[in-house]
């Protein structure tokens, strides 16, 4: 009898579920230094299996250089954890003895953790540590296309995690990916999280699941060169980050925006620094292969070098072009080099000052990518802060690259691998997603105020003569005069 890949695939995520509920439960009972020493074992664990695991993903998806994704392991390992771990995640967070609050970290439960292909190594590894660390368990959902290298750094993740004594059954892995077994896995009641990062449909499928989600959708960064900006080194983070595993981290740029007065400048450096500025034939041809029928990108172009994916579009282009670039005046769906491209192809416009570049940016994100990454390349703090004022992303970069300035390898952001879009990118936050992400907080709070204080009667009184006090502060000083008399006059008598 052919076994059902998808009955397969939904009884295991019930049993994962279980499984990971009861060691869940047991695992709330640790305190931080006991959870701390799990979270030091996982990420020692995974950097000692950096070069190894990065080789697997590469040679299983096809995506990307593994030398580059050596660096990507270490971001969601070694880096991680020195960016988390003095975190104080459980127990007394915080006591405010003036206002007589204690804030308790609270674990969500079970986190649902979907693995994309592009980064997927080093997405286990750093989704598993800010899940350990909050006292979370956690079930990883792999990406079909990177099945085997996603169960290979489980495999890492959970041997490490036991053996500094975390219970059998924090860390799973799901071994038959399918769409049926996943959507049971966003679905199911006892999931408190879900940490979505992949394509589009998949984080809108784990927002509509009825389970909190954190989720990130497209990238589609614009890159400003504004004319005050070094323009050598402006090329130079711009193609070290579009080269860096072949553009497969989603904050990297997709289009390059500068200004008619340096415009010419720019294309000289760009050149030298190995770009190709395609002909229009050239942008028609490699245009149409870029997306797919339906609108989506093309999983051929994905993490492939300039070279390659020139051939295959049939273009000629020179030995050592490092990213190819195709001169733009239009955005839009309808226009693929507007869109994300994760891979080694920018657009490029011109205008006429920052000002028209500023609203081409804007434009760009709303085509695609609102709320998530762009970067600017400028001296001038006015323009800087101006662009910080007006665009819909979460992250404005500032003279750096964008793919490891966004996930915080070379900026002072979060090192994260799962980027926040805010409300205006569909998103329930803004930030590089930690483990503070991944716990409620409960707050105890003492009374400080009674009704009466806030009627601004004076202090309540806990007896009948609360009721009297009360009443005789109601009365005139002609009515407390006229009672005295009377009492003396009755007590003459």
Not at 106 to 127: D, E, Q, R
Not at 435 to 459: C, F, Q, T, W
Request: glycine residues 10%; hydrophobic residues 40%; aromatic residues 4%.
């Amino acid at each position: 009898m052919e076994l059902d890949r998808d009955l397969f695939a939904i009884q295991e995520v019930r049993n994962c579920v279980a499984r990971a509920k009861a060691a869940q439960k047991e695992y709330a009972k640790f305190g931080q230094e006991k959870i701390d020493a799990v979270v030091r074992a996982v990420a020692r664990a995974c950097e000692a299996e950096a070069e190894k695991l990065a080789k697997m993903a590469c040679e299983e998806t096809g995506f990307g250089i593994w030398q580059d994704k050596v660096l990507k392991n270490k971001l969601g390992s070694t880096m991680t954890y020195e960016a988390i771990k003095d975190l104080k995640t459980v127990g007394i967070l915080r006591e405010d003895k003036e206002k007589k609050i204690t804030e308790i970290g609270v674990p969500m439960g079970v986190v649902a953790a979907l693995i994309p292909s592009t980064n997927p190594t080093s997405t286990v590894m750093y989704k598993s540590l800010i899940c350990l660390k909050s006292g979370n368990a956690i079930i990883i959902s792999p990406h079909p296309g990177a099945r085997n290298c996603i169960l290979e750094t489980f495999r890492i993740v959970e041997k490490a995690a036991r053996g500094a004594g975390a219970p059998d059954g924090l860390v799973q892995c799901l071994t038959m990916p399918t769409i049926e077994g996943t959507s049971a896995l966003l679905r199911h009641p006892d999931i408190g999280i879900i940490l979505a990062t992949g394509g589009e449909a998949m984080v809108r499928a784990a927002y509509s699941s009825g389970n909190p989600a954190l989720g990130v959708g497209p990238g589609n960064g614009p890159s400003y060169i504004e004319r005050s900006a070094d323009i050598p080194e402006a090329i130079r983070h711009i193609f070290e980050s579009k080269t860096f595993d072949n553009g497969t981290i989603c904050a990297s740029e997709q289009s390059i925006i500068t200004e008619r007065a340096i415009a010419q400048q720019v294309m000289e450096e760009a050149k030298r620094q190995g770009g190709y500025f395609l002909s229009e034939e050239e942008s028609k041809k490699l245009g149409g292969f870029l997306m797919r029928a339906n609108g989506t990108m093309n999983p051929k172009i994905v993490g492939r070098s300039a070279q390659t994916i020139a051939d295959m579009a049939g273009i000629s282009v020179p030995a050592g072009t490092r990213v190819l670039i195709s001169p733009q005046t239009t955005a839009g769906k309808e226009n693929p080099y507007s869109r994300e491209k994760l891979c080694p192809v920018l657009a490029f416009y011109v205008e006429e000052n920052w000002e028209k570049a500023c609203e081409r940016c804007i434009e760009i994100l709303f085509v695609e990518g609102k709320g998530h990454t762009m970067t600017i390349h400028s001296r001038n703090e006015e323009v800087i802060r101006e662009f910080a004022l007006q665009k819909p992303v979460s992250r404005l970069l500032v003279n750096t690259s964008g793919s490891l300035g966004g996930v915080g390898a070379v900026t002072g952001l979060a090192p994260a691998l799962t980027l926040g879009c805010g409300a205006v990118g569909g998103s329930a936050t803004s930030d590089n997603i930690g483990p503070m992400h991944l716990i409620n907080i409960r707050r105890v709070a003492y009374g400080l105020k009674e009704l009466s204080d806030l009627r601004g009667n004076g202090p309540a009184q806990s007896s009948p003569s609360h009721a009297s006090a009360q009443a005789a502060s109601m009365l005139g000083r002609e009515d407390i005069e006229a009672i005295t008399r009377a009492v003396l006059a009755r007590l003459g008598k």
